[in-house]
T-cell receptor
Framework: EPEVTQTPSHQVTQMGQEVILRCVPISNHLYFYWYRQILGQKVEFLVSFYNNEISEKSEIFDDQFSVERPDGSNFTLKIRSTKLEDSAMYFC????????????FGEGSRLTVL | LAKTTQPISMDSYEGQEVNITCSHNNIATNDYITWYQQFPSQGPRFIIQGYKTKVTNEVASLFIPADRKSSTLSLPRVSLSDTAVYYCLVGDANNAGNMLTFGGGTRLMVKP
Protein backbone atom coordinates (compact mmCIF):
# COMPACT_ATOMS: atom_id res chain seq x y z
CA GLU A 1 0.00 0.00 0.00
CA PRO A 2 1.46 3.39 -0.97
CA GLU A 3 2.33 5.66 1.90
CA VAL A 4 3.58 9.12 2.73
CA THR A 5 7.13 9.06 4.05
CA GLN A 6 8.76 11.70 6.20
CA THR A 7 12.35 12.40 7.20
CA PRO A 8 13.87 12.82 9.65
CA SER A 9 11.82 10.95 12.20
CA HIS A 10 13.34 13.06 14.95
CA GLN A 11 15.43 16.20 14.83
CA VAL A 12 16.96 18.10 17.71
CA THR A 13 18.09 21.66 17.00
CA GLN A 14 19.18 24.77 18.78
CA MET A 15 16.90 27.79 18.96
CA GLY A 16 17.50 30.09 16.01
CA GLN A 17 18.67 27.36 13.67
CA GLU A 18 17.03 26.55 10.35
CA VAL A 19 15.27 23.23 9.97
CA ILE A 20 14.03 21.48 6.85
CA LEU A 21 11.54 18.66 7.18
CA ARG A 22 11.08 16.44 4.17
CA CYS A 23 8.11 14.52 2.87
CA VAL A 24 7.54 12.23 -0.08
CA PRO A 25 3.81 12.22 -0.81
CA ILE A 26 2.02 9.37 -2.54
CA SER A 27 3.03 9.53 -6.20
CA ASN A 28 -0.31 10.25 -7.89
CA HIS A 29 -1.53 12.71 -5.27
CA LEU A 30 -1.86 16.35 -6.19
CA TYR A 31 -2.63 18.10 -2.89
CA PHE A 32 -0.12 18.37 -0.08
CA TYR A 33 -0.39 19.51 3.50
CA TRP A 34 1.62 20.19 6.61
CA TYR A 35 0.12 19.88 10.07
CA ARG A 36 1.73 20.04 13.46
CA GLN A 37 0.84 18.62 16.84
CA ILE A 38 2.34 19.94 20.03
CA LEU A 39 2.63 17.20 22.64
CA GLY A 40 -0.75 16.48 24.19
CA GLN A 41 -2.61 18.92 21.99
CA LYS A 42 -4.71 18.69 18.87
CA VAL A 43 -3.53 18.43 15.28
CA GLU A 44 -3.15 21.95 13.82
CA PHE A 45 -3.29 22.87 10.16
CA LEU A 46 -0.30 24.79 8.83
CA VAL A 47 -0.53 24.95 5.05
CA SER A 48 -1.96 23.33 1.95
CA PHE A 49 -0.23 23.25 -1.42
CA TYR A 50 -1.50 22.56 -4.92
CA ASN A 51 -0.18 23.21 -8.41
CA ASN A 52 3.10 24.52 -7.05
CA GLU A 53 1.61 27.16 -4.85
CA ILE A 54 0.10 27.58 -1.44
CA SER A 55 -3.69 27.11 -1.42
CA GLU A 56 -4.36 28.06 2.17
CA LYS A 57 -2.34 28.72 5.28
CA SER A 58 -3.17 29.19 8.92
CA GLU A 59 -2.11 32.01 11.20
CA ILE A 60 0.56 29.70 12.59
CA PHE A 61 2.26 29.64 9.18
CA ASP A 62 4.04 32.98 9.49
CA ASP A 63 7.10 34.33 7.70
CA GLN A 64 9.33 31.86 9.52
CA PHE A 65 7.76 29.01 7.60
CA SER A 66 8.00 28.14 3.93
CA VAL A 67 7.13 25.15 1.76
CA GLU A 68 8.57 23.92 -1.47
CA ARG A 69 8.19 21.11 -3.93
CA PRO A 70 11.68 21.22 -5.37
CA ASP A 71 11.78 18.20 -7.64
CA GLY A 72 8.32 16.82 -8.29
CA SER A 73 8.53 14.19 -5.58
CA ASN A 74 9.62 15.86 -2.33
CA PHE A 75 7.56 18.35 -0.37
CA THR A 76 9.51 20.27 2.23
CA LEU A 77 8.71 22.48 5.20
CA LYS A 78 11.40 24.95 6.21
CA ILE A 79 11.48 26.79 9.52
CA ARG A 80 14.00 29.61 9.15
CA SER A 81 14.77 30.44 12.75
CA THR A 82 13.35 27.93 15.16
CA LYS A 83 11.81 28.93 18.47
CA LEU A 84 11.23 26.82 21.54
CA GLU A 85 7.51 26.77 20.80
CA ASP A 86 8.15 25.16 17.41
CA SER A 87 8.84 21.90 19.23
CA ALA A 88 6.15 19.56 17.97
CA MET A 89 5.36 16.62 15.76
CA TYR A 90 5.07 17.74 12.15
CA PHE A 91 2.87 15.68 9.86
CA CYS A 92 2.85 15.76 6.10
CA UNK A 93 -0.26 14.62 4.26
CA UNK A 94 -1.32 14.20 0.67
CA UNK A 95 -4.58 13.76 -1.15
CA UNK A 96 -5.54 12.58 -4.60
CA UNK A 97 -7.74 14.42 -7.05
CA UNK A 98 -11.43 14.22 -6.16
CA UNK A 99 -11.04 12.92 -2.62
CA UNK A 100 -12.38 15.82 -0.62
CA UNK A 101 -11.39 14.79 2.88
CA UNK A 102 -9.33 11.65 2.59
CA UNK A 103 -5.86 12.74 3.60
CA UNK A 104 -3.03 10.24 3.83
CA PHE A 105 -0.66 11.18 6.64
CA GLY A 106 2.97 10.32 7.16
CA GLU A 107 4.31 9.06 10.46
CA GLY A 108 5.58 12.51 11.37
CA SER A 109 8.82 14.25 12.16
CA ARG A 110 9.40 15.12 15.77
CA LEU A 111 11.18 18.44 16.16
CA THR A 112 12.78 19.33 19.47
CA VAL A 113 14.10 22.88 19.82
CA LEU A 114 16.48 23.45 22.71
CA LEU B 1 -15.24 27.04 8.59
CA ALA B 2 -17.64 24.64 10.23
CA LYS B 3 -16.62 24.02 13.81
CA THR B 4 -17.00 20.58 15.32
CA THR B 5 -17.78 19.55 18.87
CA GLN B 6 -17.11 16.07 20.23
CA PRO B 7 -17.00 14.49 23.68
CA ILE B 8 -13.52 14.74 25.14
CA SER B 9 -13.36 11.09 26.12
CA MET B 10 -15.28 7.83 26.17
CA ASP B 11 -14.74 4.47 27.80
CA SER B 12 -15.88 1.13 26.46
CA TYR B 13 -15.22 -2.58 26.83
CA GLU B 14 -13.99 -5.10 24.33
CA GLY B 15 -16.73 -6.46 22.10
CA GLN B 16 -19.08 -3.53 22.59
CA GLU B 17 -20.33 -1.18 19.92
CA VAL B 18 -19.10 2.38 20.33
CA ASN B 19 -20.91 5.42 18.98
CA ILE B 20 -19.13 8.78 18.92
CA THR B 21 -21.23 11.79 18.00
CA CYS B 22 -19.94 15.00 16.51
CA SER B 23 -21.87 18.27 16.29
CA HIS B 24 -21.33 20.59 13.34
CA ASN B 25 -24.23 23.01 13.49
CA ASN B 26 -22.95 25.40 10.84
CA ILE B 27 -22.00 22.81 8.24
CA ALA B 28 -22.11 24.22 4.70
CA THR B 29 -23.79 22.72 1.66
CA ASN B 30 -20.50 21.64 0.08
CA ASP B 31 -19.01 20.19 3.26
CA TYR B 32 -18.27 16.50 3.65
CA ILE B 33 -17.86 14.86 7.06
CA THR B 34 -14.69 12.86 7.59
CA TRP B 35 -13.48 10.86 10.57
CA TYR B 36 -9.88 10.08 11.45
CA GLN B 37 -8.22 7.84 14.03
CA GLN B 38 -4.91 8.69 15.69
CA PHE B 39 -2.69 6.48 17.81
CA PRO B 40 0.00 8.05 20.02
CA SER B 41 3.01 9.34 18.06
CA GLN B 42 1.43 8.42 14.74
CA GLY B 43 -0.23 10.42 11.99
CA PRO B 44 -4.01 10.47 11.77
CA ARG B 45 -5.53 7.72 9.68
CA PHE B 46 -8.66 8.11 7.55
CA ILE B 47 -11.58 6.00 8.73
CA ILE B 48 -14.68 7.03 6.82
CA GLN B 49 -16.31 9.90 4.99
CA GLY B 50 -19.89 10.80 4.16
CA TYR B 51 -22.20 13.55 2.99
CA LYS B 52 -25.62 12.38 4.13
CA THR B 53 -27.56 9.32 5.35
CA LYS B 54 -25.42 6.28 6.12
CA VAL B 55 -22.03 5.11 4.92
CA THR B 56 -20.46 1.80 5.87
CA ASN B 57 -17.04 0.35 5.20
CA GLU B 58 -15.06 -2.55 6.60
CA VAL B 59 -14.15 -0.78 9.83
CA ALA B 60 -16.98 1.61 10.70
CA SER B 61 -20.34 3.13 9.88
CA LEU B 62 -21.18 6.80 9.68
CA PHE B 63 -24.69 8.02 10.34
CA ILE B 64 -25.69 11.50 9.20
CA PRO B 65 -29.21 12.83 9.85
CA ALA B 66 -31.11 14.78 7.25
CA ASP B 67 -30.17 18.19 8.69
CA ARG B 68 -26.45 17.18 8.68
CA LYS B 69 -25.85 19.16 11.86
CA SER B 70 -24.35 16.13 13.52
CA SER B 71 -22.84 12.78 12.65
CA THR B 72 -22.19 9.56 14.52
CA LEU B 73 -19.25 7.28 14.01
CA SER B 74 -20.12 3.71 14.94
CA LEU B 75 -17.39 1.18 15.68
CA PRO B 76 -18.76 -2.37 15.92
CA ARG B 77 -17.30 -4.76 18.48
CA VAL B 78 -14.30 -2.71 19.55
CA SER B 79 -11.05 -4.30 20.65
CA LEU B 80 -8.20 -3.02 22.79
CA SER B 81 -6.42 -1.88 19.64
CA ASP B 82 -9.22 0.60 18.93
CA THR B 83 -8.01 2.71 21.85
CA ALA B 84 -7.13 5.97 20.12
CA VAL B 85 -8.25 9.54 19.54
CA TYR B 86 -11.04 9.96 16.99
CA TYR B 87 -11.43 13.21 15.11
CA CYS B 88 -14.43 14.52 13.20
CA LEU B 89 -13.70 17.02 10.43
CA VAL B 90 -15.91 18.91 8.00
CA GLY B 91 -14.55 20.31 4.76
CA ASP B 92 -15.60 21.83 1.48
CA ALA B 93 -15.72 19.15 -1.18
CA ASN B 94 -15.26 21.72 -3.92
CA ASN B 95 -12.15 23.29 -2.43
CA ALA B 96 -9.60 20.56 -2.55
CA GLY B 97 -6.82 22.60 -0.98
CA ASN B 98 -8.93 23.79 1.89
CA MET B 99 -7.94 24.09 5.49
CA LEU B 100 -9.17 20.83 7.01
CA THR B 101 -9.25 21.65 10.69
CA PHE B 102 -9.01 19.08 13.43
CA GLY B 103 -10.94 19.69 16.61
CA GLY B 104 -10.06 18.34 20.00
CA GLY B 105 -11.10 14.79 19.15
CA THR B 106 -12.56 12.07 21.35
CA ARG B 107 -10.18 9.91 23.32
CA LEU B 108 -11.61 6.38 23.31
CA MET B 109 -10.35 3.96 25.92
CA VAL B 110 -11.27 0.32 25.36
CA LYS B 111 -10.94 -1.82 28.46
CA PRO B 112 -10.66 -5.61 28.68
Amino acid sequence: EPEVTQTPSHQVTQMGQEVILRCVPISNHLYFYWYRQILGQKVEFLVSFYNNEISEKSEIFDDQFSVERPDGSNFTLKIRSTKLEDSAMYFCASKRQGASGELFFGEGSRLTVL
Amino acid sequence: LAKTTQPISMDSYEGQEVNITCSHNNIATNDYITWYQQFPSQGPRFIIQGYKTKVTNEVASLFIPADRKSSTLSLPRVSLSDTAVYYCLVGDANNAGNMLTFGGGTRLMVKP
